[in-house]
């Protein structure tokens, strides 16, 4: 009996269920879980990856197919473990997920669109070192080339200064070696904010911090913390000290940072340290390089992976320590299926390995200090203390800055200094109406307001994109009174343009838009606000993130409460972290010099509050004590589920008829409750609220299963999110 290879053939479509037996022929006998192979699959050509050996199959071997050809590189076995457990905990597939986990290139169609780059490089010989040194018959030309590569080491061939036929001859009479090899194409290396590469002795709060890290690595136990400091508290130096431990005990490291383009300085910190032994893995890498990169780790040369996100599924062998840095955002939640958090598979692959995990952050989620042994970093580094937080009421305000805000900001500009201001809207104006009918113009798409974008002369739907013209009268009635309602950061920058700025006090703007403007542009506005002397930086959350300016003086977060009128139970949360978070971020500059406002309509709320003390714990406190009370997460767990279609009646009937057929007995099903429309679909939602998880998911995953194989279901697009954002 030849040996079975059994392949999950990657394609999407949810309908066809590997893994599927192929008989491996001689040449692919070897093939074990995670080769890659091209395999004939339903009249096509596919690729496969190997997910279990076989020595038989209920498949007749007649009718058993051969796999075509193996393609490299391989997978590591433990990434299609992960792979497997993620379709399971996600509601997807098994093929869904190894396309997650698949090197840089690989996946769509059989070959491979990137390879190793190969250069034709030129070595001198022992033969052309002793024609050097006892003056054998060469040319003035050739002996220059002899000598650059004696000097310089192997060289590609067009550094040699030689042409191809030169090169030629000198090979044939045997003076150097011409061959190709391959060539890595390396990541620019950035230098935001990288520091002296050495450690600093540390402090003692940070000793007291790295001390249980590095007990648990040496005894190579599987601990799982949390390091609790706020912005300036020191938190990068332990993850740096402790990832020197876990590289001493012969340990690969794992390092997700939330953002690439927003979190440049921790990378730039573990380069400097690290040098070639970190990888850096994520999008705005050229495919080439995340490519080497990938190679280099799966190869172990690179021992460290720094990057956002999908770095999670890097290829470390011998994994002893697993680092989420800002382990509070949202952006390590996977918003594509399967709908994976990055945070819980790193602790997954932490668990899988015994390796340590180490989450950070200055506003850690509820679930994590719940679950997590917490270590606390409570002093800045500089000793400085945080600054003050006045909350300004703007409920009888009629203008989008409160005077103290204006005050302020005058203020910092007549002392030369830098203020963030933060708004939660990009755009000019939340929505407009008609004065005269109260018409408010929406997107025709999606059943929400669409918001005004001044410089382009749009109204932009900010869920699907749709774009028209801003009106002069209204649709509805023809009244040309239009009322613009709220204020977003293109609006907020056009007041202190108009205000305060002058070319010695830039107002720069950062938000979703600015990112639009290409590669690199979030970047370059981050780096001009850090070289100006004086100025304003505008913007989004994106402006309380990762990066960190040393010399602000004054914060400033405009309608605080915006993230309080969303309908999620994570909204006190959010609105504490973004108040907290760029609390954190000014009065860094001088003595007594740091200054925060929020502006806000909610000035009771218990989140802006404990913020305005700095009062993490009791924060945290009294929202796990709600959590528990209400029964949401860390207490459950929260399961999802969006039903999409062009009728509202079949969204809502295939709710239903999944909430039907949930039996997972301890679970709350919410719904199904209408959802508004998003790209022309109709929607309706489920809520799953389960204290026992893995029933939970399995009943729904079941469901849904079976919901789409209905007639009904064929109409009706399913989607489930595990621990929806
Ligand atoms: P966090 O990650 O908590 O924001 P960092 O690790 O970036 O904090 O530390 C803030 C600043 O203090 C950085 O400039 C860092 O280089 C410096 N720093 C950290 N630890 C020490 C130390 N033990 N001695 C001197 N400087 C330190
Ligand atoms: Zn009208
Ligand atoms: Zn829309």
Redo the contacts with the bound molecule.
Sequence with gaps: MPPIARVEPLTTTRALRGPFDYRLPPALADADVGTLLAVPFAGRELLGVVVERATSSEVPDERLAEPRARVEPALPAELVELARWIAAEYCSTFSRALQLVLPPGAGRGVAPRVRVRELLTAEISREGRAALADGARLTERQRVVLERLAAGGPLPATATGADHGGLRRLADRGLLVLEPRAQRRRPLVQSVGA?APTA????AE?RAALEPVLAALVAGEAGRFLLH?????????VYLQAAQAALAAGRSVLVLVPEIALAPQTVARFQARFGDTVAVLHSQLGQGERYDEWLRLRGGEARIAVGPRSAVFAPLADLGLVIVDEEHEPAYKHEGDPRYDARRVAAWRARQAGAVLLNGSATPRPESVHALARLR?SQR??GRPLPPVEVLDMRDARHPLHPTTREALGDVRRAQRKAIVLVNRRGWSNFLSCRHCGHVWSCPQCDVALVLHQRDGALACHHCGHRERIPTTCTACGSASVARHGAGTERIETELLEALGDPEFPILRLDADTARGGKGAVARTLERFDRARAGVLVGTQMVAKGH?FPDVTLGVVLDADQTLRFPDFRAEERTFALVAQLAGRAGRGGEGSGRVLVQTLSPAAPSIVAAARHDADGFLAGELERRRTLTYPPFASLIRLTCSAEAADDAAAAAQAVRERISAPDAVVLGPAPLFRLRGRERSQLVVKAPRRRAAIASVAAAVDAVARTALGRRVQLSADVDPQ
């Design positions: 520091r600093p002795a540390l402090t940070q400091g706020v912005t300036g508290s020191g938190k990068t130096e970093l580094v500089d960190d």
